[in-house]
């Protein structure tokens, strides 16, 4: 069974920045689409990022576009969610996930079969 561990995450002020990397022991999951969501606790999961497995596009949640940036290194089957101008707004559990390939948009968490246990960022004013 295939693993997906995160890591990078902690605490920043505002503005500073973070680093998140998700790993994966699954060869399989080089070939899918990566995502990245994030949870406050009490609250729904939302999508922050993906990439297809070709790498050749990139998506974003309007509240992160142009500050996150999502990359996957397919040598080291990883994907990273670099993140810069962290606002208070920011502060959740960050979890990676991997897509089944299906037809289902890369925003969908529904189309998301894999998930890593999550890493906590936490942004202080």
């Known amino acids: 069974q295939g693993r997906l561990v995160e890591s990078g995450g902690g605490s920043v002020q505002t503005g500073g920045s973070l680093r998140l990397s998700c790993a994966a022991s699954?060869?399989?999951?080089?070939?899918?689409?990566r995502g990245w969501f994030r949870q406050v606790p009490g609250q729904a999961r939302e999508f922050v990022a993906a990439?297809?497995?070709?790498?050749?596009?990139?998506y974003y949640s309007d509240s992160v576009k142009g500050r996150f940036t999502i990359t996957r290194d397919y040598a080291a089957n990883t994907v990273d969610l670099q993140m810069n101008s962290l606002m208070p707004e920011d502060t959740a559990i960050y979890y990676c996930?991997?897509?089944?390939?299906?037809?289902?948009?890369?925003?969908?968490?529904?189309?998301?079969?894999?998930w890593g246990q999550g890493t906590q960022v936490t942004v202080s004013s």
């Open positions: 996930a991997v897509h089944t390939g299906s037809a289902t948009d890369l925003r969908d968490q529904t189309g998301y079969y894999y």
């Open positions: 699954e060869g399989s999951f080089t070939m899918l689409p």
């Open positions: 990439i297809p497995w070709s790498g050749s596009a990139r």
